[in-house]
Structure formats: C-alpha cells, structure tokens
C-alpha cells in the first residue's frame, strides 16, 4: 500500500492561498491521489482527487508532480471556514472493494 | 441533498455490553464502511462493505462486526463493549468507484 507523509501543522492568513504538501513516493500507476478535510466535529469532507494531470474544482486546485511522488492542495484564498484537518490519500486497490486509508493528516490553521 | 445518518450523537455504554451502530444512506451507494477515529491514530478503517451482505475486513477489525441485510443500512456491532473501543465512530458510502465517500456526522462512543 502506498503510504503518505503530511506536515502535522501549517498557518496560513486569510485571504492568501494556502499550499499543503503529500509526499507519496512508493504510489503506483494506476493508484489516485485523493484529497478530504475534516473540521471540527464534523465527518470528513471530499474535496478533489487525480491521477496525473492537475486538477481544479471549486474549493480547490490539485498539483502532481511529474514523478507522482509527491503533490500539493492549494486553496487559493484561505478563509477562516478552511481551518481544519486535511488528508491526502492513495486510493488502495481496485474494483469495487477500493478503500482509502486515512493517516493522520496536516492540522490547517487559518487566522486573520 | 446526500444524507449519511447515524443513530446517535453521543452513546454511553458499560464494559461487556452488546452495542448497536446503525449507519443508513439515501444514495443508493452500493459501498459502506465503518472507521474509528482516535487522537493522534486519525481515522482507521474497521469494516466495509460493497454490496448486501458482504463484508470485508479493514485495517482494525478485531473486536468488531457488522450487518449489512438492506442495501442503504450498515450496521457495527460490538458483541462486548470494552473501554478500548472509547472512540469517535464514522460512517461512509460511496458508489462502486468511490472517488468521493460520503460521510455520517459520527457517534462518540464511551464505555466506561
């Protein structure tokens, strides 16, 4: 199974674009890079996912390196409602017994 | 809108004592699972299951197990409730390539 590596912790100000890194160098070909958060007590939150290219939604822009080894969520203009626990993950398997395993993720800490 | 729904909040319970969790979608997913979410562990899959009765075990089973007799309803059961299994308890569904999981608001579970 493909591990991942997050920061515990980052600060960004509100209003500046918030980048969270995910080293995840033993993932394989055909394994997606996927992205949730959770705030505080509530259940965690899909956000966006890829494979290779990069990808832009409404919440959020995901970069993957060429290499796939690592990526990057930007939220482009963190608002204090940002604040929360962020997981990146590889999707493990395939078919319709795919799960995700969650680590422990990086705590996003948004301020004024 | 998507709905996971879960049968309590908040549950007390004393050790040896059989515990319900009821886990019911309204997306006609065919994918359910159940995590456990801990400080400092993050979440970790106990459970999941892709179609009615089947189950599949996740990364923590021991302890556990689960109903699955109607396709929007996941059930987890803890046949004798211990204090180690105090902990914050989360529901998900998904479609057959879950590249978004859905979850529940979650139940804090204390057995003392």
């Known amino acids: 199974d493909a591990k991942t590596t997050q920061p515990p912790s980052m600060d960004c100000a509100e209003g500046r674009a918030a980048n969270l890194p995910c080293n995840h160098s033993t993932i394989s070909g055909n394994e997606y890079v996927y992205w949730y958060r959770q705030i505080h007590s509530q259940g965690p939150q899909y956000i966006i996912h890829g494979l290779k290219n990069n990808e832009t939604n409404e919440m959020a822009s995901l970069i993957i390196t060429e290499d796939r080894k690592s990526s990057t969520l930007i939220l482009p203009h963190a608002t204090l409602r940002d604040t929360a626990v962020y997981y990146c993950?590889?999707?493990?398997?395939?078919?319709?017994?795919?799960?995700?395993?969650f680590g422990t993720g990086t705590r996003l800490q948004v301020t004024l | 809108d998507v709905k996971v729904t879960q049968s309590s909040r908040y549950l007390v319970k004393r050790t040896g004592e059989k515990v319900f969790l009821e886990c019911v979608q309204d997306?006609?997913?065919?994918?359910m699972f159940w995590y456990r979410q801990d400080p400092g562990l993050g979440l970790r899959l106990i459970y999941f299951?892709?179609?009615?009765?089947?189950?599949e075990k996740g990364d923590i089973p021991e302890g556990y197990s689960v109903s699955r007799e109607k396709k929007e309803r996941f059930s987890l059961i803890l046949e004798s409730a211990s204090t180690n299994q105090t902990s914050m308890y989360l529901c998900?569904?998904?479609?057959?390539?879950?590249?978004?999981?859905?979850f529940g608001p979650g139940t804090r579970l204390t057995v003392t």
């Open positions: 997306m006609d997913h065919e994918n």
């Open positions: 993950i590889v999707r493990v398997g395939t078919g319709t017994a795919s799960k995700l395993t």
């Open positions: 299951s892709y179609d009615v009765k089947m189950k």
């Open positions: 998900a569904s998904s479609s057959p390539i879950p590249h978004e999981q859905y």
